[in-house]
């Protein structure tokens, strides 16, 4: 059986599969803020490198977040499963995600209110997978046996 810490970070990797399909979004419906936002940081820029740089910048956040929804519904598929390298992958997969939210920080402030909470779900999912003695013990005797050559 899955542990309650277990199913608890499989609940918040949840909210933040959400997030990563929501970010796009609001960015694709505010891309006259973000277009003001570029022309602002880049005044020597015309009407068409404009177009193109909040084009590129939403192109972007769909291709990066698109990635990180569908790692994170796999993610909560496979954790269950008790594998050390799931929990490895998501540990790795969320902490660079804080990581990479400092950029979005700094690029643009149409996402500064939720930065701070999503970063701060993905570090409490992240203790709940090493932290709790019962996910300590499922993560270990899940793990293969080594083979003998």
């Known amino acids: ?3 309650r810490a277990v199913q608890a970070a499989r609940g918040l990797l949840g909210l933040v599969a959400l997030s990563h399909l929501i970010v796009p979004i609001v960015m694709w419906a505010n891309r006259d803020d973000l277009r003001t936002t570029i022309a ?14 909040v084009a590129a910048a ?23 499963t008790g594998r050390s390298w799931v929990r490895r992958l998501t540990t790795v997969s969320q902490l660079l995600s ?12 149409m996402f500064h209110v939720v930065i701070p909470i999503v970063g701060l779900v993905e570090i409490v999912l992240v203790a709940l997978l090493w932290v709790p003695r019962e996910s300590k013990a499922f993560f270990v005797r899940r793990e293969p046996a080594p083979r003998e050559h």
């Open 1 to 3: 059986m899955t542990p």
């Open 58 to 80: 939403v192109g972007a956040a769909v291709v990066f977040h698109v990635l990180l929804l569908v790692l994170s519904l796999w993610l909560i598929v496979k954790l269950p």
């Open 98 to 109: 804080v990581v990479f939210s400092f950029v979005s920080w700094s690029s643009s402030p």
């Open 40 to 53: 602002d940081r880049s005044p020597e820029f015309g009407a068409a490198e404009l177009d193109k740089a």
